[in-house]
Every structure is written in C-alpha cells, then in structure tokens.
C-alpha cells in the first residue's frame, strides 16, 4: 500500500507561482513512476507531468516551459513547480504514484489561478 498526500494549492494571480508537493509513506519502494493530474470543472482528467524514479521527467505540451517536476528521495516528496500560471491551469490537482500492480491517488489540492 501506498499512501500519498498533497498540498501547495492556493489561489494565485495570473502570471504567479506555486509549488505542489506530494509526499509518498508506505510501500514507496514499488513506485516506479510519479505523475501529477488535474481535472478542471467539467472537463476530463488530463495529465500534466510524470517522474520515473530514475529521475527521468516528461510533460504535457500545455504546460511544457512553465512547470517543473522534480523529486526528493531524501524526504519521499515530489513536486510540481508551476510557473507563468494562467486562468486555464485551475482545476484540482492529484497525485499518482504507479506500481507494477496498481496506482494510487492522493486527495487532491485546488489550484485557481484568477485575478
């Protein structure tokens, strides 16, 4: 079992900053693969960006040159620092955390980006 907790949501004006950390307790040894979501109202959920526990990074073509993912073994924490935010960036924000036998999903943090 993996438990997973996130936090750094907040309201934030267009063209501000946050950091979302998810942080990782339990069966963290299994994870092999860190991806964060959001789902804004009445849309789908989409995937944002993900991080291998090699290290390796990839991200959506929105937020490409904006955000960062990044992890930190030491303290079981990955974090996605999210920069130039737009309106369109508001939706909840999850964390998931994939072993080879299942996923597993935090509670999710609200992110809104308005002026």
């Known amino acids: 079992q993996v438990q997973l907790v996130e936090s750094g949501g907040g309201l934030v004006q267009p063209g501000g900053s946050l950091r979302l950390s998810c942080a990782a307790s339990?069966?963290?040894?299994?994870?092999?693969?860190t991806r964060w979501y959001r789902q804004a109202p009445g849309k789908q959920r989409e995937l944002v960006a993900g991080?291998?526990?090699?290290?390796?990074?990839n991200y959506a073509g929105s937020v490409k040159g904006r955000f960062s993912i990044s992890r930190d073994n030491a303290k079981n924490t990955v974090y996605l620092q999210m920069n130039n935010l737009k309106p369109e960036d508001t939706a909840v924000y999850y964390c998931?955390?994939?072993?080879?036998?299942?996923?597993?999903w935090g509670q999710g943090t609200q992110v809104t980006v308005s002026s």
């Open positions: 991080i291998t526990s090699g290290g390796m990074a």
């Open positions: 998931n955390a994939a072993t080879v036998t299942r996923g597993y």
């Open positions: 339990g069966s963290i040894f299994s994870i092999y693969v």
